[in-house]
């Protein structure tokens, strides 16, 4: 495994890219070159002058005292006993991890939005979750999809935001302290005080690059929050993984729908894989802004321009009220009727993996 800062990659061409100029009378797909879609930062990059809140950030405001109110008074948090009846239904299918070259593309979800991604010659884990239970919330409903002892050695870490089902410290424990880790802005900090080595900062739109791989920052519509005084305080978002053959995976942590989807897809252009969340959307009227629901899931892998779509962030943690099955059922039925293939929806069972061969 090497390391190395490159400077910025050559201009690219996609239609209608930030920063563009389009050329009077041109179709609307012919632009000029434009600068890279993102600044690569050097690994290890820490910064102290990060702006005290990211709340400039929120795509909508964060629920106030009323909408508590309401949902203390409705008190719908969890499924109904007829919600929870399937959790035996839910699948879990454990198996070997598929070999994999500097070639190769290859996945495999542990369940929620914890995946072993394969990539460049690199092992790369999402938003570890090892964890039988965590902060708030029951037990898990599935085990993990694959030991903590039958990992490859782990190359690098991605962190979406500080959510305790995103970011979970018992897990991260477990890593060897140089293990280099990629995270938001205002996040660092947090590993260095439990002794990581090897963080990278990153703002939105920012990258750095580890093993020929490249890992970009990219916006989601979310939040952050882990103690009562830290709203807001690091920032959140989505990675792109890119291999040096130019095979992309766009991981997109937690989030709702909105306009970032299509920014990404122009800035990023032949996305081959996008890991999206389909689960904790129940109720809409306090989840819609921050948790794609399964038919907005299909939507924003359309915005996203992406080929084949695997979804997580559901069978692992009762989170919300939407019956525990409901999102699988629904993101099938939603892809069916967008007419899109049946090959490119991965929904894969928690322990489940998949090949992209070259």
Request: proline share 11%; glycine share 8%.
């Given at each position: 495994?090497?390391?190395?800062?490159?400077?910025?990659?050559?201009?690219?061409?996609?239609?209608?890219?930030?920063?563009?100029?389009?050329?009077?009378?041109?179709?609307?797909?012919?632009?000029?070159?434009?600068?890279?879609?993102?600044?690569?930062?050097?690994?290890?990059?820490?910064?102290?002058?990060?702006?005290?809140?990211?709340?400039?950030?929120?795509?909508?405001?964060?629920?106030?005292?009323?909408?508590?109110?309401?949902?203390?008074?409705?008190?719908?948090?969890?499924?109904?006993?007829?919600?929870?009846?399937?959790?035996?239904?839910?699948?879990?299918?454990?198996?070997?991890?598929?070999?994999?070259?500097?070639?190769?593309?290859?996945?495999?979800?542990?369940?929620?939005?914890?995946?072993?991604?394969?990539?460049?010659?690199?092992?790369?884990?999402?938003?570890?979750?090892?964890?039988?239970?965590?902060?708030?919330?029951?037990?898990?409903?599935?085990?993990?999809?694959?030991?903590?002892?039958?990992?490859?050695?782990?190359?690098?870490?991605?962190?979406?935001?500080?959510?305790?089902?995103?970011?979970?410290?018992?897990?991260?424990?477990?890593?060897?302290?140089?293990?280099?880790?990629?995270?938001?802005?205002?996040?660092?900090?947090?590993?260095?005080?439990?002794?990581?080595?090897?963080?990278?900062?990153?703002?939105?739109?920012?990258?750095?690059?580890?093993?020929?791989?490249?890992?970009?920052?990219?916006?989601?519509?979310?939040?952050?929050?882990?103690?009562?005084?830290d709203t807001c305080r690091s920032l959140w978002g989505g990675w792109v993984l890119t291999d040096p053959a130019g095979r992309r995976v766009h991981f997109a942590g937690?989030?709702?729908?909105?306009?970032?989807?299509?920014?990404?897809?122009?800035?990023?252009?032949?996305?081959?894989?996008?890991?999206?969340?389909?689960?904790?959307?129940?109720?809409r009227w306090w989840l819609s802004d921050v948790h794609t629901d399964p038919e907005e899931a299909v939507r924003a892998h359309q915005d996203l321009g992406a080929r084949?779509?695997?979804?997580?962030?559901?069978?692992?943690?009762?989170?919300?009220?939407?019956p525990v099955l409901e999102p699988l059922t629904r993101v099938r039925a939603a892809w069916e009727k967008a007419g899109l293939p049946r090959e490119d929806l991965w929904?894969?069972?928690?322990?489940?993996?998949?090949?992209?061969?070259?």
């Amino acid at each position: 495994m090497t390391e190395r800062t490159a400077p910025p990659a050559t201009a690219v061409t996609s239609p209608i890219a930030p920063g563009a100029s389009v050329t009077p009378g041109a179709p609307a797909t012919a632009v000029t070159p434009v600068a890279p879609f993102s600044t690569l930062q050097p690994l290890g990059r820490l910064r102290a002058d990060w702006p005290r809140t990211f709340a400039d950030r929120l795509t909508a405001p964060l629920p106030g005292v009323r909408a508590m109110a309401r949902l203390a008074r409705e008190g719908a948090v969890r499924p109904r006993p007829e919600g929870l009846r399937d959790i035996p239904l839910l699948p879990f299918e454990p198996g070997p991890m598929p070999a994999a070259g500097t070639d190769t593309l290859a996945v495999t979800w542990a369940g929620h939005a914890s995946w072993i991604l394969r990539i460049g010659g690199l092992t790369v884990l999402t938003d570890p979750v090892w964890s039988r239970r965590i902060f708030g919330t029951p037990a898990r409903l599935t085990p993990v999809g694959v030991r903590w002892q039958d990992l490859p050695p782990v190359d690098a870490v991605v962190i979406s935001h500080n959510h305790f089902d995103h970011l979970d410290a018992p897990t991260l424990k477990r890593l060897p302290r140089h293990t280099p880790v990629f995270v938001p802005a205002g996040l660092g900090r947090w590993f260095v005080r439990r002794g990581f080595t090897r963080v990278t900062e990153l703002d939105w739109w920012e990258a750095a690059e580890l093993g020929g791989v490249r890992f970009d920052f990219v916006p989601a519509h979310h939040w952050s929050k882990r103690t009562l005084w830290d709203t807001c305080r690091s920032l959140w978002g989505g990675w792109v993984l890119t291999d040096p053959a130019g095979r992309r995976v766009h991981f997109a942590g937690d989030t709702g729908y909105g306009h970032w989807f299509g920014e990404i897809g122009r800035r990023f252009p032949g996305i081959d894989l996008s890991l999206l969340p389909i689960g904790a959307y129940d109720p809409r009227w306090w989840l819609s802004d921050v948790h794609t629901d399964p038919e907005e899931a299909v939507r924003a892998h359309q915005d996203l321009g992406a080929r084949r779509m695997a979804p997580m962030h559901w069978a692992t943690f009762v989170l919300s009220s939407e019956p525990v099955l409901e999102p699988l059922t629904r993101v099938r039925a939603a892809w069916e009727k967008a007419g899109l293939p049946r090959e490119d929806l991965w929904d894969l069972p928690v322990g489940g993996s998949r090949v992209l061969a070259p």
